[in-house]
């Protein structure tokens, strides 16, 4: 095989308590990356486009280049890789789309190696990519984007993945308004100490959402997914966001919050409250004057995956 393109679908990190460990992906958005053998060893982006094409082209500074490198070289791989990104995620948008270029990167190519590596060393080598733009090694969006639906991963250097299992009947709101958040920049402003009360609290709701989970026990999903570190720091990023999320809450969700650093806000509904809460939460968004574009997804899905090969 010559070529081969994988999709990696965008994510939401965080899932308001699991800050850095917990997200799902997003199957209806991604990116597309095309890799292709070439006889010189060594990485190139030789394309990119969609969404964005003024992407750096030097590997080392680009996320998906960065983590293809990673690859080419624990593969000691004879031959090189040129490499075409097509961005379907926004930039900054809080949907982890520098995750999904860095998967989407490892994933394609991987399929051109003879001896192709498991989904946790894809995992390391997304991560490195992860690094570049965010400036620190975090997880919570590149193992869904790999792994697909709502997963968990534990440890950095030895990462420990979990497929969580999702209640039936329950959809994904994503609401992303047209404004852009750096996430270096969302990271930076997070004070270094939580309150003893508050990690007591953030412990618990973490723990009984899980639970919650495993259990289709949606009282404990509904009290879990209450942020009470993260998101009172971030919220005065999104213009209307508390506004917003009362009124998600309102139309019936079972909670709202925001994606990975933001500004995109998601909620969990049951499904036959999805088109309420996706109304309401668009156009609290506009009576701050704040365009959206939104979606309702399920929450399970496949992940990244080869979807053309020559
Ligand atoms: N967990 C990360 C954060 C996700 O919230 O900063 C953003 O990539």
């Known amino acids: 095989m010559n070529q081969a393109t994988a999709f990696a679908p965008a994510s939401v990190g965080n899932v308001a308590i699991g800050f850095d460990i917990l997200g799902f992906a997003i199957d209806a958005i991604g990116d597309r990356i095309t890799v292709t053998r070439a006889a010189e060893p060594g990485v190139r982006i030789t394309g990119c486009g969609g969404l964005i094409d003024d992407l750096p ?73 992860e690094a570049v733009a965010s400036g620190s090694l975090h997880v919570d969006n590149i193992a869904p984007s790999l792994f697909g639906g709502l997963v968990l991963t534990v440890g950095i250097d030895n990462p420990r993945v979990k497929k969580l299992p999702v209640p039936v009947g329950i959809s994904a709101v994503i609401i992303h308004p047209h404004m852009f958040v750096s996430t270096r920049a969302a990271r930076a402003i997070l004070k270094h100490e939580v309150a003893m009360a508050d990690f007591v609290w953030q412990t618990a709701n973490l723990a009984g959402f899980i639970s919650g989970c495993y259990t289709n026990d949606l009282d404990l999903i509904r009290e879990g997914l209450n942020d009470v570190v993260i998101e009172p720091q971030r919220r005065q990023l999104i213009p209307g966001f508390s506004g917003v999320r009362a009124a998600a809450l309102e139309a019936g969700a079972l909670g709202c919050s925001i994606s990975g650093a933001g500004p995109t806000l998601f909620a969990w509904t049951l499904a036959e409250h999805a088109e309420a809460v996706r109304s309401i939460m668009v156009e609290e968004f506009a009576r701050n004057g704040v365009e959206t574009d939104h979606w309702v997804v399920p929450v399970e899905s496949e992940g990244a995956r080869v979807v053309e090969t020559r």
């Open 57 to 129: 082209r030097e590997p080392e500074k680009n996320t998906a280049g960065r983590a293809l490198q990673a690859l080419a070289v624990a593969a000691r791989a004879d031959f090189g890789f040129e490499m075409v990104i097509e961005k379907g995620i926004p930039l900054a948008s809080g949907l982890g789309g520098s995750a999904a270029s860095a998967v989407g990167a490892v994933v394609a190519a991987n399929a051109l190696l003879e001896q192709p590596f498991e989904k946790l060393d894809l995992l390391k080598f997304a991560m490195q990519g």
